[in-house]
Antibody
Framework: EVQLVQSGAEVKKPGESLKISCKAS????????IAWVRQMPGKGLEWMGF????????RYNPSFQGQVTTSVDKSLNIAYLQWTRLRTSDTAIYYC?????????????WGQGTMVTVSS | EIVLTQSPATLSLSPGERATLSCRAS????????LAWYQQKAGQAPRLLIY???NRAPGVPARFSGSGSGTDFTLTISSLEPEDFAVYYC??????????FGGGTKVELK
C-alpha cells in the first residue's frame, strides 16, 4: 500500500526550531515529487513547496521562501520540513503529498497531517 | 499568479440531490489547463477526485465528474451520498510558482 506517514503533533514556543517528517512507503520514493501544504485553522490549502527526492531539486512558493526548508533522507525514504524560528502564525496543520506523474502531477497520496501549535 | 475563485462558498443540499460546484480562474492559459479537484472531510487529509479537469482519479465513484475549459470549471456530484458532505477544493498547476488552490466550497446537509 502506498502511504505517507507524518510525525506527530508538536507544541512549540515562538522562536523555537522544529523539524517534522513524512515517511513514504509502498512506492519508489526517489521517483516522485513530495509537496508540503499548509492549512491554517479553519482555512483553505496553501502550497508551500516541493522536493524531488532523487536529486533534492526544490521549488518553493515565493510566499514561503526563506521561512521554511525542505529536505530528504533517501536512505530512510523520509522528507522533512523545518523551521529555524517559529512564529505564532505558523500554527497550522502541515500535510505532505505525493505528486503523481501518471495523474498529471496531481497530489494523489496525502499524509495524515502534522498539527503544529506555536504559542507562548 | 492564477487566482482560483470557488462558488458558492456553501451549498446546502439533501442526499440524492445534484451538486454543482464552480471554480473560476483569474486568467486563461494557452493549451491544456491542469486543474484538479480534492475532497476534504472534517479532520481528514484531502483526497484527489479529478485531475486534468475531467479525469477521475482511481477509485473515485462515477457520480463525481469534472468539466470545463478556459477559465470556468465545474465539479458535479450527480446524486449526493451521505459521505459526500465535505469541503471541495480546486487546484491549478499551469502557471507556477505558485501552484494555487481555490478557497473551497462546503457541501453541507440541508
Amino acid at each position: 500500500e502506498v502511504q505517507l506517514v507524518q510525525s506527530g503533533a508538536e507544541v512549540k514556543k515562538p522562536g523555537e526550531s522544529l523539524k517534522i517528517s513524512c515517511k513514504a512507503s509502498g512506492y519508489s520514493f526517489t521517483g516522485s515529487w513530495i509537496a508540503w501544504v499548509r492549512q491554517m485553522p479553519g482555512k483553505g490549502l496553501e502550497w508551500m513547496g516541493f522536493i524531488y527526492p532523487s536529486d533534492s531539486d526544490i521549488r518553493y512558493n515565493p510566499s514561503f521562501q526563506g521561512q521554511v526548508t525542505t529536505s530528504v533522507d533517501k536512505s530512510l525514504n523520509i522528507a522533512y520540513l523545518q523551521w529555524t524560528r517559529l512564529r505564532t502564525s505558523d500554527t497550522a496543520i502541515y500535510y505532505c503529498a505525493r505528486l503523481n506523474k501518471e495523474l498529471s502531477f496531481a497530489f494523489d497520496v496525502w499524509g495524515q497531517g502534522t498539527m503544529v501549535t506555536v504559542s507562548s | 499568479e492564477i487566482v482560483l475563485t470557488q462558488s458558492p462558498a456553501t451549498l446546502s443540499l439533501s442526499p440524492g440531490e445534484r451538486a454543482t460546484l464552480s471554480c473560476r480562474a483569474s486568467q486563461s492559459v494557452s493549451g491544456k489547463f491542469y486543474l484538479a479537484w480534492y475532497q476534504q472531510k472534517a479532520g481528514q487529509a484531502p483526497r484527489l477526485l479529478i485531475y486534468d479537469a475531467s479525469n477521475r482519479a482511481p477509485g473515485v465513484p462515477a457520480r463525481f465528474s469534472g468539466s470545463g475549459s478556459g477559465t470556468d470549471f465545474t465539479l458535479t456530484i450527480s446524486s449526493l451520498e451521505p459521505e459526500d458532505f465535505a469541503v471541495y477544493y480546486c487546484q491549478q498547476r499551469n502557471n507556477w510558482p505558485p501552484l494555487t488552490f481555490g478557497g473551497g466550497t462546503k457541501v453541507e446537509l440541508k
